[in-house]
């Protein structure tokens, strides 16, 4: 299983520069694994950036993955992630999601940066 970070999805749907080297990374089909969290902040930033009809297509294709809920199991054990790793919540449930159904993460977000079981991709600054 592979989770794909938020952050990850982003540079895909935007089509940077970084979305080469994240796309070989993305899981085969019945391998993704979609916290319904990361659903929730890919909502956000579609609705905002793209429309609700974008939105729906890319919400759409989550529903066909293997989407985990946050239930209590789930948000205790972020909680203990959240402490360990110095992670803000969004960041804990995401990877402690992953831990839970032994996945791989692919991010591009720097908080990740040497964890395990984490592919992270750094963006690049700007200008360069």
Partial sequence: MRLVDT?????????????TAITPRLP??????????VQFELAKWLMRETGDETCDRVIAFTQTCVV???????????AEVAARHTL??????VYATALMWDA????????FEGL?????????????
């Fill in 68 to 78: 985990a809920g946050l239930d209590t199991r789930t948000a205790l054990f972020a």
């Fill in 7 to 19: 952050s990850a999805w982003i540079e895909v749907l935007i089509g940077s520069p970084l979305a």
């Fill in 116 to 128: 395990p079981r984490v592919d992270y991709l750094p963006k690049q600054p700007l200008g360069t």
């Fill in 88 to 93: 803000a919540m969004a960041d804990a449930v």
């Fill in 104 to 111: 791989d993460v692919v991010t591009c977000d720097r908080h």
């Fill in 28 to 37: 085969s089909p019945g391998e993704w694994l979609v916290p319904t969290i």
